[in-house]
């Protein structure tokens, strides 16, 4: 419209100054040579010419307003799909949706459900009250699973054997459904501490206006690695898994992120997802080097997990240390501080 505008002061200039020469030239002068009267018949008048440039300035209007109406047509409602706006890598899926305090448990006809052997426990959805992002964060406790030690669950949902070593060696195909976790150097058991960090992390990733899908939110869940894997598939945007390195190390290593191998990247659904899985580790990483925690070499160990062979959404496992690491609640809510940081980088 501006454009139009300037054009048109032109054109009314234009018009003025052809007028003044228009009453110059009624004076008498020479007589025009042959040359000269040819080009004064091939020149249009002064009043054509103002038409014209006047024109020619609706039409480019015309054709801009309609240029910036298709580009305004073709961007995305912001309120329809404001997940993964920062990150090329996410495909925002639109999710079923739960209510505050809701239970989620197992559907038994989402993909790799039966691959699970314990699930009649379930997750529980927390919904943010101000500042919605409209992103789910499924927060998983690591261990906390009562008799998870004693069942087995394949470790891919191919059914080809671990590509590295683990909780469970490489070469084998099943993995024990849920481990039952370290302990920390003064006898905390690594699942309450999991517990605690998950709690902390959800209060603030509400206060920031995620939600939250708790996957364990008590002592205990009974919800294998897969069960749990499967919910967050189908019920969150991405899934963070909670865990502090039982490496047997006598000093405290730092955080880290379990990177995906290159042995399982061609297998589906890894071939599909594990450069998102890769990338949601990093921002967490990062998130977590800002708020000074300490960072174990380059911020990764690639090892074949039963939680990103089954993810189908951003999925990683976050060790925040071992068992020499400080888990008090001060240490905690720095660290939570940094994943948050991370989970909003991603995002």
């Keep these: 419209m501006k454009r139009f505008t300037a054009i048109l002061l ?5 018009f003025t100054l052809a007028s003044c020469g228009k009453k110059a030239q009624d004076t008498p002068t020479e007589p025009a040579t042959e040359t000269q009267a040819a080009e004064k018949v091939e020149m249009p008048t002064e009043t054509e010419a103002v038409t014209e440039v006047v024109t ?10 309609a240029q910036q109406e298709e580009q305004t047509a073709e961007q995305p409602d912001e309120e329809q799909n404001n997940s993964g706006d920062n990150n090329s890598s996410y495909q925002y899926v639109e999710r079923a949706s739960y209510e505050n305090g809701e239970s989620v448990s ?7 459900a039966d691959h699970s052997a314990i699930n009649s426990g379930c997750a529980v959805m927390y919904k ?3 500042n919605r992002k409209n992103i789910v964060v499924g927060v998983n406790a690591g261990h906390g699973t009562s008799g998870g030690t004693s069942v087995k669950t394949l470790c891919h949902p191919d059914g080809s054997a671990k590509t590295t070593g683990g909780t469970t060696g490489a070469g084998a195909t099943k993995a024990v459904a849920v481990s039952g976790g370290m302990s920390f150097n003064d006898g905390t058991p690594e699942s309450s501490v999991t517990l605690r960090m998950a709690q902390i992390l959800k209060d603030k990733l509400l206060a920031a206006g995620y939600d939250v899908l708790m996957v364990r939110d008590g002592s205990d869940v009974q919800l294998d690695n897969v069960a749990r894997t499967v919910i967050c598939n189908n019920a969150a945007d991405c899934h963070i898994a909670l865990h502090w390195d039982g490496d047997g190390l006598s000093y405290d290593k730092g955080c880290f ?3 995906v191998p290159g042995g399982i990247k061609g297998m589906e ?8 899985h890769d990338a949601l580790g990093a921002s967490l990483i990062e998130g977590l080097r800002a708020h000074g925690a300490k960072i174990n070499g380059n911020g990764s160990m690639a090892i074949d997990l039963t939680q990103t062979s089954y993810s189908t959404v951003p999925s990683v496992d976050v060790e925040l240390g071992n068992a020499c690491s400080d888990h008090s609640d001060a240490t905690l809510e720095n660290l939570a501080d940094g994943l948050v940081q991370g989970v909003e980088g991603y995002f």
């Design 128 to 130: 943010a009250t101000a």
């Design 56 to 65: 020619e300035a609706v039409k480019d209007t015309q054709q801009t307003e």
């Design 269 to 276: 659904p890894v071939a599909s997802h594990w450069q998102q």
């Design 106 to 112: 197992l559907n038994p006809s989402w993909q790799y």
């Design 10 to 14: 032109t054109g009314m200039m234009i």
């Design 257 to 259: 992120y379990i990177s």
